[in-house]
Every structure is written in structure tokens, then in C-alpha cells.
């Protein structure tokens, strides 16, 4: 368990920048320290958590917030699955505490040492997951106590810092195949249309990745039968 | 906090939690479904539509701010970084654009 501690701490200083970022943007959205590091401990995915923040200060209301940000962390259905024989062995409250510590860097982290040492397993999880979750939660909470003492930044451009932030999430997410990027075209130009034509924020972004989804699926099987 | 907020907080932990957990108990029924390609494909969809909703009607000197912050994220594959420079290009646009 000391091992996944001590490995995961370079992961974990970019995440405490990633969370003090976070923390500042969600005061801005009016959310208060306490909250942000009770939302961080609780949901522990700052992906998903930036995004519903995003949507709810931009009036897509409480329930398109919460799907956006759920969209958001359906990765984790293929992650977790992956750790099913990792698990297997612990008692069933330390399996839903390794679960809900299971984020990008720490599962990443512990199938690739695994992958060197196969002795690797459950308790560098929940070392590294602990790590993690330690420093996710502080760090959101005290970029959100900065985030409150600062001035209204909206005329300042934090908005951009919302569109940047998923600029980068995009870019690190960016498919590899040149023909993957044809959804990805057709969403962004297809939710430029509906908004310009009218359409609410969050109408669009649904309807955008719906067509960019479909295109995608069609895309698959033709490359299927080719 | 406000009703909503608390909600927000907690119908993303209880769906995140969710899918965590539903992940791990289906095991690899849900990788192998023709579904499986979703889970791959909607987030960056999603997240393409964020940026392009964030930017309709915006002013140029927005989008080229933001064609600058696709370039730092495709050399540094960092959000804080893009994030950081993002800003910076953002606010300086604004200072030289008036």
C-alpha cells in the first residue's frame, strides 16, 4: 500500500493544480469551499465534476448538469470492469472504497506496474487511490476558499478558463484514427448551427454528440465490413 | 447551499458512484456489447460540443483564443497548462483587440 502512496504523488501534484483550478471556477459559480471539497470527496472525478459545475452556472439547470457530468465518467464502466479480478480477494466495504477511489491516474498507475510486478494489486489501489482522494478533496476545497476571495472574474475571462479546460480534456481525448475525427467535426459544426439557430445550450450539446455519435456508429461498422 | 446545488452535488456522486459500481458487476459483458463503442465515443463528443457551444457567438478574438489553446493542449496534454496559457492568450487578445 505504501508503494501505490509513494507512486502516485507525482501524478498527485497535478492533480492538486488541476483541483485548485477547479476549486476557483466552481466559487466563482457560487459554490462555497466546504461544498467543492464535499463534492470532490463525494464524486472524486474532475472531468465530470468541471463539466455539471459548467452546465449548472450556465443554466442547463439540475438535471441536464448531472447527466453532462455523468456522460462524463462512463468510461469508468469499462475501468472498473477491469478490475473485477484484482478485487476479488478483499472483504466488500474495502471493494466499494477501492471503487470509489478508482480514478484515471491511480488505475492507470497500478495496471501498468502490475504489468512489471504481478504482485501489484488491491492494495496499491487503494494506496495510490487514497493519495488521490486526499489531495483531490483538499485541494478543490482550498482553490475554492482562493476562488471566494477573489473578485468576480466573468468580466476577467473566466469563462474562457471553462472553454480552455475542455479544450485540453479534448485534446487528451483526441481519437487517433484521422476518420474518428469526422464526428467529432460534425458535432462541433452541428453545435455552432443549433445555437446559432437558436437552441438552448444544452439542446445542442445533447443533439450535437448524438449526430457526432451516430456518425461514429456508422462509421464503425462500415470500417467493420470493409 | 442552495437545493439545487446540494441536489447537483449529490446526483453526481450517487451516478458516478453508480457507474463505478455497475462497471465493476458487469465485468466485461458491457466492453464486449456493440454498445461498448459509446462508452469510448460520447464523452469527447460531449466535450467537442462544450467547447463549440462555448464559443457560438462569441467575438474573433475568442476564437482565436481559443485556436491558440488548441495548440498549447496538443503540446503540452495538459490541462492546467492549457488552461494557465489559455487565459493569458485570452486576456492579452483582449488587451491588443479592443
Redesign the interface.
Known amino acids: 500500500m505504501t508503494r501505490g502512496m509513494l507512486s502516485i504523488l507525482p501524478l498527485a501534484v ?1 492533480a492538486a ?2 483541483g485548485l ?1 477547479f476549486g476557483v471556477l466552481a466559487a466563482q459559480a ?3 469551499w466546504w ?1 467543492v471539497g ?2 470532490g470527496a ?4 474532475g ?3 468541471i ?4 452546465q ?1 452556472s450556465t443554466g442547463s439547470g ?1 438535471v441536464g ?2 447527466f ?14 477491469s ?2 479480478g484484482i ?1 476479488a480477494a478483499l472483504p466488500l466495504w474495502q ?2 472504497v477501492a ?2 477511489l ?1 480514478s484515471d491516474e491511480n488505475w492507470a498507475l497500478t495496471m501498468s506496474e502490475r504489468r512489471k510486478d504481478s504482485g501489484v494489486g488491491a492494495a496499491f489501489l487503494l494506496g495510490a487511490g487514497s493519495v488521490m482522494f486526499v489531495t483531490w478533496s483538499v485541494s478543490t476545497a482550498v482553490g475554492a476558499q482562493i476562488g471566494t476571495l477573489l473578485p468576480d472574474l466573468d468580466a ?2 473566466l ?17 487517433r484514427r484521422i476518420s474518428a475525427f469526422l ?2 467535426g460534425v ?3 452541428l ?2 448551427g443549433l ?2 439557430a437558436g437552441m438552448s ?1 444544452a439542446l ?3 443533439a ?2 448524438l449526430a ?2 451516430a456518425l ?2 456508422l462509421l ?1 461498422k462500415s470500417g467493420r465490413h470493409a | ?1 442552495s437545493l ?2 446540494w ?7 450517487a ?3 453508480a ?6 458487476l ?3 459483458r ?2 464486449q456489447s456493440r454498445f ?22 462569441t467575438e474573433p478574438k ?1 476564437w482565436i ?2 485556436a491558440l ?2 495548440a498549447i ?2 503540446v ?8 494557465s496559457a ?2 493569458a492568450a ?2 492579452a487578445l ?1 488587451v491588443v483587440i479592443t
Open positions: 497535478g493544480l488541476y483550478a457560487g459554490f462555497p461544498g464535499l463534492m463525494g464524486v472524486h472525478a472531468s465530470s465534476q463539466v455539471a459545475v459548467d449548472f439540475l448538469a448531472v453532462a457530468g455523468a456522460i462524463m465518467n462512463l468510461r469508468y464502466l469499462g475501468i472498473t470492469a478490475l473485477a478485487l471493494r466499494l471503487l470509489h478508482t476577467a475571462g469563462g474562457f478558463a471553462f472553454t480552455a479546460a475542455f479544450i485540453a480534456m479534448a485534446r487528451s481525448m483526441a481519437p464526428p467529432w458535432t462541433f459544426g453545435a455552432i445555437m446559432s445550450r445542442a450539446i445533447l450535437a454528440s457526432g455519435l461514429a456508429a464503425r | 447551499m439545487s446545488q441536489l447537483l452535488i449529490a446526483g453526481l456522486a451516478a458516478t458512484f457507474t463505478r459500481l455497475l462497471g465493476y458487469a465485468g466485461d458491457l466492453r461498448a463503442f459509446v462508452l469510448e465515443d460520447l464523452p469527447g463528443l460531449i466535450v467537442v460540443a462544450l467547447v463549440a457551444s462555448s464559443l457560438a457567438g475568442t483564443a481559443a489553446a488548441v493542449a496538443w503540452s496534454n495538459n490541462v492546467v497548462v492549457t488552461m489559455g487565459l485570452y486576456l483582449g
